[in-house]
């Protein structure tokens, strides 16, 4: 093991030399040991989502124990939500890359995004028994080649040893969330997930995973789901909001 090491670095190094790393924002060149595809000036260009956070959805909010005006006229099904950064700038960049335009290396730096945040704030998965996440359509899945909140949703599994299980379908086919208005997102998503057969999930306290959260309505649709099997409490976790 101690000597293959530097063949592999000097292999790597010389990979670089015919085709450099470039960072996947500004296109800078990356020292050859870069594994997250992204410079730390552009790491360093992504805001995390400031504290205190609404107890119902995890926005920012001036006092920890307040509800925001959101959530005091919307029923969420979800216990709890927190997300670990903003979608914007640098971040949103890095998501459309990785969802749209097939370059699931990024994978690693967003999950890191989103394993020091939960590393900072343990209580996310305190008591949580199982790591779900949201389910693409059948069509879209084919489309895209792989389901990034299930990427997202595995690497948590793997770094804090907690199950992960596919446990929902999306039954309805929908119109794209990010093309609707507020209400029309709410009503857009009603009745669209269910649980996949078999698989009890009865008493079980779950984390449900996706990539970005705008108005809650799909995670509160995916709790829904859980909680008419059975399910105990969902909350949940998002890199982006």
């Not at 059948?138 to 596919?166: H, K, M, T």
């Amino acid at each position: 093991g101690v000597r293959i090491l530097p063949v592999m670095r000097i292999a790597k190094n010389f990979i670089n030399l015919l085709y450099p790393a470039h960072c996947a924002i500004c296109k800078k060149n990356l020292d050859p040991s870069n594994e997250l595809h992204v410079c730390s000036f552009c790491i360093g260009m992504i805001k995390s989502n400031p504290k205190p956070y609404c107890s119902s959805c995890g926005r920012s909010v001036e006092n920890s124990r307040v509800v925001c005006a959101e959530c005091r006229k919307t029923r969420f099904y979800f216990a709890g939500s927190r997300c670990a950064c903003l979608y914007e700038g640098v971040l949103k960049e890095l998501i459309h890359l990785f969802k749209y335009n097939k370059k699931p290396y990024l994978e690693k730096v967003l999950s890191k995004l989103m394993i020091d945040f939960v590393k900072e704030d343990k209580e996310i998965l305190d008591g949580i028994d199982i790591i779900t996440f949201v389910p693409l359509q059948n069509n879209r899945l084919r489309e895209r080649g792989f389901n990034q909140s299930r990427i997202l949703a595995l690497n948590i599994s793997r770094e804090f040893g907690i199950p992960l299980a596919d446990t929902l379908e999306k039954i309805k086919s929908t119109k794209p969330q990010n093309e609707l208005a507020r209400d029309e997102r709410l009503s857009n998503l009603k009745d669209a997930f269910r649980p996949k057969a078999g698989g009890d999930i009865k008493d079980l306290d779950f984390l449900l995973m996706d990539d970005v959260m705008t108005t809650g309505a799909t995670l509160s649709e995916c709790s829904k789901a859980l909680l008419s099997r059975g399910a105990k409490t969902v909350r949940c976790l998002t890199l982006a909001r």
